[in-house]
């Protein structure tokens, strides 16, 4: 569901607007504060925020400052679901290479899609299952020669974003440094297919002729 801020006191009025018989500084103050709650709180991005997130601010204090202190439970609430769809290929795929960077390999599972099949470049590019997927990219970064690095994105269309970018990495005689595109098939707000290709060309061949299962069946 989506989450609902609710407090966990008697409902007080929008804190956006000023209560009766506050001074205006203190009213100011209290915004700020309100403010500051959204931006620091890691579940809530500005467009939930905007779009999806009710607060009910309640005061159950006061600092030495005179700042109303926020008491809020967080729960999820069918109506207000995350709506994952909502991702463009874009950031789907900034997502999975932030989780992929920071090697945080709970948070890029969380970003596959149940059907998922991932190509990469440690296993030769084509789709296969996300754990041996994983377990590739584990050993590929236990190497120090090892990097990859993306450093454009295209979307081709609603459901696909092409990565163009290179790959260091360790042959018989040293090191190599190869260029390579990545494409990334949406579904569902999550990554659904991904191979690897030399160039884009091959790529949108690809993509154009087995369409958004390249070609490897869930």
């Given amino acids: 569901g989506v989450t ?20 205006a500084r203190k009213h100011e103050q209290r915004t700020r504060s309100f403010s500051h709650f959204v931006r620091s709180n890691p579940a809530i991005t500005d467009e939930d925020a905007r779009d999806r997130i009710s607060l009910r601010w309640t005061a ?6 005179g700042l109303a202190t926020p008491s809020i439970t967080i729960r999820t609430v069918a109506r207000h679901a ?7 290929p874009t950031q789907v795929a900034r997502a999975c ?11 890029l599972r969380a970003l596959l899609h149940p059907e998922a099949r991932i190509g990469t470049f440690a296993g030769g590019g084509r789709p296969e299952h996300p754990e ?27 459901e696909s974003v092409l990565l163009h970018g290179r790959v260091q990495h360790r042959v018989e005689l040293g090191m190599a440094d190869v260029e390579r595109c990545w494409l990334y098939v ?27 299962t390249l070609g490897v069946a869930d």
């Fill in 4 to 23: 609902e801020c609710i407090g966990t006191a008697a409902e007080t009025p929008d804190p956006i607007a000023p209560p009766p018989n506050r001074p």
């Fill in 60 to 65: 159950r204090g006061h600092s030495n400052e």
């Fill in 82 to 88: 995350p709506r994952t769809s909502r991702r463009t």
């Fill in 97 to 107: 290479l932030d989780a992929h960077r920071a090697k945080d390999w709970d948070r």
């Fill in 132 to 158: 041996r997927a994983i377990a590739r990219l584990i050993e590929a970064h236990a190497d120090s020669i090892y990097h990859a690095d993306v450093s454009t994105m295209v979307e081709v269309d609603e």
């Fill in 186 to 212: 949406i579904r569902e707000g999550l990554l659904y297919r991904s191979a690897v290709y030399r160039t884009s060309v091959q790529a949108r061949n690809e993509y154009t002729a087995l369409g958004s």
